[in-house]
């Protein structure tokens, strides 16, 4: 069964440093999210790309936050600098299409974040 | 806007059967459900789309009340493998919102 990869399952960084947060969708998906979800909390989206466009990037913290999906398969998350308050578990997921509503999100496994 | 769930946590005995509710203040066009295990990805477990409707596989099922902009998550005959954190997540009737999660309902199943 197709799924969602990310990588790396485990990052742990000092603040002000930069980290970097990688993810493969499944294969035809044409829409692509990386959400942050705090511990105890639901998944809050961060941003959603439609092949290699962003769609809705308003809850990005774009000071320190920036995504890409350069040929619209797979992405990269970046922070810089990283801050304590960035300490997260991050998803990637994706779905089928987008725009119609009601589409299913798969999610990958995540890349749980913590800043020291 | 984050939809409401309740209750924030249940426990039950093997079994037993349970109900997790989401409400939303916002006319929906869907909601979603996921279980989540703990330092797991959310599963996928059903869509619901407005006009109202029932799902169901196996002993879990779902309703969409769409005059109340609630849904329903019934869990009967509840196994220890369904333990986790239920969320469930909500796009709005009006325009390409993105699926909003609800802050999610811990149950726990206990032999």
């Known amino acids: 069964e197709a799924e969602v990869a990310q990588s790396p399952r485990y990052k742990i960084t000092e603040k002000s440093q930069a980290v970097a947060f990688w993810c493969d969708p499944i294969?035809?998906?044409?829409?692509l999210y990386w959400y942050r979800q705090i511990l105890g909390q639901g998944p809050e989206l961060l941003v959603q790309?439609?092949?290699?466009?962003?769609?809705?990037d308003s809850q990005l913290p774009k000071d320190r936050f920036s995504a890409e999906r350069l040929k619209g398969v797979d992405s990269t998350l970046k922070i810089q600098p990283a801050e304590l308050g960035d300490s997260a578990m991050y998803l990637c997921?994706?779905?089928?299409?987008?725009?119609?509503?009601?589409?299913?999100?798969?999610f990958g496994p995540g890349t749980r974040l913590l800043v020291l | 806007q984050q939809p409401v769930q309740s209750p924030q946590a249940v426990i039950l005995r093997e079994g037993e059967d349970a109900v997790i509710n989401c409400s939303s203040s916002k006319a929906l066009y869907s909601v979603h459900w996921y279980r989540q295990k703990h330092g797991e990805a959310p599963i996928f477990l059903m869509i619901l789309l407005k006009g109202g409707e029932q799902k169901g596989h196996d002993k879990i099922s779902a309703s969409f009340n769409e005059k109340k902009q609630q849904s329903s998550l019934y869990l009967t005959a509840s196994q220890l493998s369904y333990s986790g954190t239920y969320f469930c997540g909500t796009e709005a009737l009006s325009g390409n919102t993105p699926l909003v999660f609800g802050k999610g309902t811990r149950l726990s199943v206990i032999a």
């Open positions: 997921a994706s779905s089928a299409t987008a725009g119609a509503g009601g589409e299913t999100q798969y």
């Open positions: 294969s035809g998906h044409a829409t």
């Open positions: 790309f439609q092949d290699e466009s962003v769609v809705d």
